[in-house]
């Protein structure tokens, strides 16, 4: 039963508040309002924002790479410091924590902001921390810890942190309240999943009147395997160290970068940069000197995929697939096994009448070869014959360009797009790009612009094209799949377009034979992989050796597969100045190869010299 | 009820009054929202688009109800009850957010089973009233429903199922010293909960610590008000940076309205609200349902301690409990709730033949 007479009632009393809170806002809005407006101009509301702990970066295995924790701090209310009773603060910070220098305590009290951090209290009891924020200046708050696990291990990978620059601020708005950044690797690349959102401690005049806690960033995890990576990196300094033995010359080598990717997913699983850096140092701010040193030495660039390098001989296989699949060969040649006999040189006359001779690196040559035996053995004469061919079939026609068009086809000539900043693009040099190059950078071409010559350099990877270590290693890992798409390291990263670039199988088991007799004998890489043994009868990859213009010594290239039977692995590894490929990036693939396969793992050793 | 024609708009006789009153609201809300973010966007993450968004979908949700006749209402009210209920149980098994668990997480938006067990609440009691059943057996029923709001937690969605039980119990025929009862045995059972921890630290805090500091939040939202004076400061938006008021446009988005707008804004919203509860009231006392009675009296008793409680928060005389104002806070949740509820009384109007 509905009572109306108790509905009535309560209707009354729903309207009696109703009027009071209308009378309540009513004097709020006239009465009160002077003064109001009065406390609402003398108010200064200041934000000041401290990072929230960034997500935590994490191998294949799980193994934490990069971890963050919070810790509290003791930090320093600058509004709360006037002329009376500053130099008590100023002697009990001195007193108290006496590892810091008199300029950074300077430093502290010239602050502009709002909040100072002095030092980290982790350590401290329970007793001394209260009384500490007994003075009304000090305020403890958790600050967020970054810990890179590895040290120096992945350390172009992770990247490290800093406070963000002008243009950091421009790529990264919301990295300016927290003031801090990712400067390069995967905390760059993903600063906005990694930053999350700061905590706000607003301040009224001089007093914090709220505190608005913000949330954690997220974690990545990635398709690296760290101890792949170590052993990847003592492999590469193990290379250097030999290279700088073996060889005199004007440069120390120091440089170098190895790239290991899964054939069939495209992951990273180990990506070496040499020299390196400890992104622990930037923590708490790097000096600069130190920050100097690092820069000249270049350990601030990434090699594997910043380094742009003639790619010499291991670029032969974009020949190999062009003339497999065009049926392209060597001037009366119609198949892959038709021979041609190299003598070591190559003389030939062009349609103007010019006569040049060019000399393969062996000079004796290598006798009858085809197209197997010319990447086993590296023979420039065939390929420069197939790049005649195309030059005389083709020169002057849209067709001319054809083999940059296969060398773009596998990714040649533009970022793989990998999940790191400031890839580079490398060169794929063409008719088009000289007339370019004539108008901007004259010095770099002649002036007869692009000729058949061009195209002879560029068969073998010399002359103008540049390309990244990850260019080289995606381009063969794209050929033995089938499929060009980028490589990537975060394991969620969004999903991908797979490109088929229409290879048969037929050809996949050729071009695998051919990487195994690389490595066998008579091949170029055979000195550096018989300690295999029976094993090597399984493994493959080719060798290059770049020339450089000036007195740098020879680019050392190696590109190898883990297993012909059940191919997972490409690794390319690349030692700048290193000398042949076959002497010093050779072996140091095989040692990844070695850790790859689980077998033992031997030393480095230095191997024969070719091309 | 005579028969009437299907319409584009519904069946015939859509009450104009209660469309206007809540489009006006809609409105309004926009109006506030436009001052708090920075524009019109086409993207949802634009908190004015989004709310734009809520109130048409909300405005077909009033249409599509206006088709469930009151009697088909009263015999699905037992199965929508059972469903909410069960809902709030499985909450529990879903991941804390911020150490609450009040949502299934649906993708776009989230689902909270919370706002619409108000609407379950109101219709299981009238129902419960109006076939007679045992008042102790309906009061523990509901305490069931509401204490699973409570462990969420959520206090202040507590309290107003608490205030709503409480005033559909009042206008019912039950003793006034059964009230008294059901209140003693309530506030038993908290004390029971508090004797084994199960009342979190947290809420208690919140109620204690009121009487010692006052909040921050609420002595820059009293600022806000005092300085929109009798005409508002109407759509300015630099000044109002030097006040600073946490989720303004969700629980405080009255100190952005009485900012804005002044005392008349303020007098105009209590105005079209005071005008929509006259004519429900209206109807209260004239319907022959007794069913009807206790509907409208439930969502009434809903929406104005909805409006209470959340100007009382803004103005500061009671604790911070975070309860959204009825279309005009930010949040769908909230919006299509309330137009479930305004669907359903305009149901009842139109079988009242009451079109205007």
Known sequence: MFFQQKFRLLTTLIGLIFLTLLFNVYNLQTSDREASLVSVNKQTLDTFYIPSPRGEIFDANNNKLVSSSLEPHLFLNLRKINANNRSQYEQYIQYNFVDLGEDLIDEIFESEDLLVRIVNIQDLNFDNRQSLISLEAFEIFDFPVRKYEYNNIASHIVGYLGEPSFEDAKDFPLSINPNIVGKSGLERYYQDDLAGQPTEIIFKDDEIAQIIKGTPGKDIFTSLDIKLQTIATESLLQGIELANEKYETKNKVQKGAIVVLDIRTNEVISLVSLPDYNPNNFVDGISQTDFNKLNISGAFINYPIQGQYPPGSVFKVVAYWLAEQENIFPEGLSSRNQRINCKGSLSFGFDDGSQQVYNDWKEDGHGNVDLGSSIKQSCNVYFWDIALKIWRDYEGTTAESILQQYAKNLGFGTATNIDLPYEANGVVPDRELFENWAISQPERVRPEGWLGGDLMNLIIGQGAITSTPIQVANAYRTLISGNLSYPYINKNRESQSEESIGVTEDFVNFLLKDLNSVTNEGGTAHASFSILGNKVKDVGGKTGTAQNSGDKNNTSWFVGVDSVSNPRYIIATVVEEGGSGSAIAAPVTRRVIQSLREMEITPVKFGEITE | ?356
């Open chain 2, 1 to 356: 009820m005579r028969e009437r024609k299907i319409t584009l708009l519904g069946p015939e006789g859509t009450n104009l009054t209660l469309l206007v009153i809540f489009l006006v609201l809609n409105f309004i809300s926009w109006l506030t929202l436009f001052t708090l973010s920075d524009g019109l966007s086409l993207d949802l993450n634009n908190s004015l688009f989004r709310q734009i968004v809520f109130t048409l979908l909300s405005v077909i949700l009033f249409f599509a109800i206006t088709y469930i006749s009151m009697d088909q209402i009263n015999l699905y009210t037992f199965p929508f009850f059972g469903l909410i209920t069960i809902l709030l149980i499985f909450i529990f098994t879903t991941d804390p957010k911020e150490g609450v668990r009040r949502w299934y997480d649906l993708g776009v938006i989230d689902f909270q089973p919370s706002e619409y067990i108000k609407i379950a609440l109101v219709l299981f009691i009238s129902k419960c009233f109006v076939e007679n059943y045992n008042k102790v057996y309906i009061g523990i029923f509901s305490l069931f429903s509401i204490s699973l709001v409570f462990f969420q937690p959520d206090l202040g969605t507590t309290t107003l199922l608490i205030v709503i039980t409480l005033s559909m119990f009042l206008v019912s025929d039950i003793r006034i010293r059964s009230i008294i009862f059901l209140l003693l045995l309530g506030g038993i059972f908290f004390f029971i909960f508090l004797e084994f921890g199960l009342i979190n630290q947290y809420q208690l805090n919140r109620v204690t610590n009121f009487f010692e500091t006052v909040d921050f939040a609420q002595s820059q939202s009293r600022l806000a008000i005092s300085s929109g004076g009798i005409t508002g400061q109407f759509f300015e938006v630099d000044k109002i940076n030097q006040i600073f008021i946490p989720v303004q446009s969700t629980d405080f988005i009255f100190s952005a309205f009485a900012y804005q707008f002044g005392f008349l804004g303020v007098l105009l919203l209590f105005g079209l609200w005071i005008f929509f509860f006259y004519r429900v009231a209206r109807i209260i006392l004239t319907t022959n349902s007794e069913f009807e009675k206790f509907v409208l009296a439930g969502f009434s008793a809903s929406l104005i301690f909805q409006i209470f409680i959340n100007i009382s928060t803004v103005i500061g005389v009671i604790p911070v409990t975070g309860m959204p104002f009825p279309l005009l806070s930010l949040g769908g949740s909230s919006i299509i709730a309330t137009a479930v509820i305004f669907g359903i009384i305009n149901r009842i109007f139109i079988e009242n033949n009451v079109v205007i």
